[in-house]
Nanobody, 113 residues
Framework: VQLQASGGGLVQAGESLRLSCVASKNIFSFRAMAWYRQAPGKERELVAGISAGGSTNYPDSVKGRFTISRDNDRKTMYLQMDSLKPEDTAVYYC????????WGRGTQVTVSS
C-alpha cells in the first residue's frame, strides 16, 4: 500500500491549505487514518484522526481550525487547515492502519507571520 500526500506550500498566517492523501488501494480496509506533523527538532505529533466510521479526533492545538475527512470513492483523505499559524509549520504525514501501519511521504507546510 502506498500513500501519497500533497497540497503543502507556503502561506501567510490566517490563510488556508487543504492537504490530500491518496491511497493505492481502497481505503475501506483502513480502520483508522490520520495526519501527523513534525516540526524541526520536535517529535512527530498527531494532528487529526478519523475512524472507518467517520469519528474524528483532534488535539486542542488545532481543534476548530483543522478538519479531517475521507472520501472512500476517491481513495483519498483530506486535511482542511484554516486560520493557519506560524506554529503549524511542519512536514505533514498521512498514516493508515489496517493491522499494518502505512505512512506516506511528507508534504511541507510553511506558515509565515
Amino acid at each position: 500500500v502506498q500513500l501519497q500526500a500533497s497540497g503543502g506550500g507556503l502561506v501567510q498566517a490566517g490563510e488556508s491549505l487543504r492537504l490530500s492523501c491518496v491511497a493505492s488501494k481502497n481505503i475501506f480496509s483502513f480502520r483508522a487514518m490520520a495526519w501527523y506533523r513534525q516540526a524541526p527538532g520536535k517529535e512527530r505529533e498527531l494532528v487529526a484522526g478519523i475512524s472507518a466510521g467517520g469519528s474524528t479526533n483532534y488535539p486542542d492545538s488545532v481543534k476548530g481550525r483543522f478538519t479531517i475527512s475521507r472520501d472512500n470513492d476517491r481513495k483519498t483523505m483530506y486535511l482542511q487547515m484554516d486560520s493557519l499559524k506560524p506554529e503549524d509549520t511542519a512536514v505533514y504525514y498521512c498514516r493508515a492502519d489496517s493491522g499494518w501501519t502505512y505512512w506516506g511521504r511528507g508534504t511541507q507546510v510553511t506558515v509565515s507571520s
